[in-house]
């Protein structure tokens, strides 16, 4: 039963992180989208790639913390 809880959790897991990443990028590139048409300031497109790569250190960093919180 242990086994079989804990492969549901880890399950479940990935999917509510892979979905909050998912909608975090989404987000971002919807903001860029809307933005840059509208708004002809220089360094736009390069301010939301740094948000972009941010947001992927930061989702990787937490999976990392989550996994090791569990292994322990």
Not at 15 to 44: C, K, M, Y
Not at 50 to 58: D, E, I, N, R, T
Request: proline share 1%; charged share 15%; no cysteine.
């Amino acid at each position: 039963m242990r086994f079989l809880r804990a492969a549901v959790e880890e399950v479940v897991g990935l999917f509510v992180a892979d979905w909050v990443q998912a909608a975090t990028t989404v987000a971002i590139i919807g903001a860029g989208w809307l933005a840059l048409p509208r708004f002809h300031v220089e360094g736009l497109a390069f301010a939301l790639a740094v948000a972009l790569a941010l947001q992927l250190v930061f989702a990787t960093a937490a999976e990392a913390r989550r996994t090791r919180a569990r292994q322990h």
